[in-house]
């Protein structure tokens, strides 16, 4: 996006200025919207186009709209190249490296939120946050029991603040990501902690389903949906 001049950024107000900061043009559609809706590339070694999550690599960002279908036209069609001016190549994987990379960030980030007392696990727990409307985010594990999914999931949907629902991860990497073992019903209690893994996990839906598919008859809202 066009930098102001020295005159208008002086008259700007810090509410603007700070819009304008969160705000990007996506590379390949052309529009303006915020950073939470797109990921940032930045050029790497050799001339390679490299994913850039947390937009702190050093470099001039090109932005992509977070879905699938944005970062393979960008790769396919040259966007990166241009945008920058300069000989760049992109992996035909890089949105494969996109969700690798989110699912990574989304797992760490639940691990820190246990540590930070934002993450309550295991059935009794989770319920009776759900009941007293706390829980902004239920994270139930893609393997786990039918019945006991059902069960959770009919507390979430009678409670005063109902959830959004992520069954992106099986037992195992919910067990690492937390340290424990048997991880199967998990809620992000709501929070500026769950407010920042919301923006990951809206960016992962654009490159992968947040539920499985054989939840299809007990799908709840999914974090695009809501």
């Known amino acids: 996006m066009t930098a102001p001049s020295v005159n208008a950024a002086a008259r700007a107000t810090p509410r603007t200025l700070a819009q304008a900061a969160r705000e990007r043009r996506d590379i390949v559609s052309g529009q303006v919207m915020g950073e939470g809706a797109l990921v940032r590339f930045?050029?790497?070694?050799?001339?390679?186009?490299?994913?850039?999550?947390?937009?702190?690599?050093?470099?001039?960002?090109?932005?992509?709209?977070?879905?699938?279908?944005?970062?393979?036209?960008?790769?396919?069609?040259?966007?990166?190249?241009?945008?920058?001016?300069?000989?760049?190549?992109?992996?035909a994987d890089l949105a494969d490296q996109v969700e690798g990379l989110l699912r990574r960030r989304l797992l760490e980030s639940l691990g820190l939120a246990k540590r930070a007392g934002e993450l309550i696990s295991g059935y009794e727990k989770v319920a009776a946050a759900l009941n007293a409307g706390k829980v902004a985010w239920l994270v139930e594990a893609a393997d786990g029991a039918a019945d006991g999914r059902r069960k959770i999931l009919n507390v979430a949907r009678k409670s005063p603040n109902p959830p959004q629902v992520l069954g992106l991860f099986n037992a195992e990497e919910l067990g690492l990501a937390l340290g424990a073992e048997n991880v199967i019903h998990t809620a992000f209690l709501a929070g500026r902690g769950a407010d920042h893994w919301t923006r990951d996990v809206r960016r992962l839906a654009g490159f992968s389903p947040l539920l499985p598919e054989s939840w299809r008859e007990e799908?709840?809202?999914?974090?695009?949906g809501t």
């Open 42 to 91: 930045v050029a790497g070694p050799e001339g390679l186009v490299v994913p850039d999550l947390a937009a702190k690599l050093p470099g001039r960002g090109m932005w992509v709209a977070a879905d699938r279908v944005s970062v393979e036209t960008a790769a396919r069609k040259g966007h990166f190249a241009r945008s920058a001016k300069a000989k760049l190549a992109a992996p």
């Open 219 to 224: 799908r709840p809202s999914e974090a695009g």
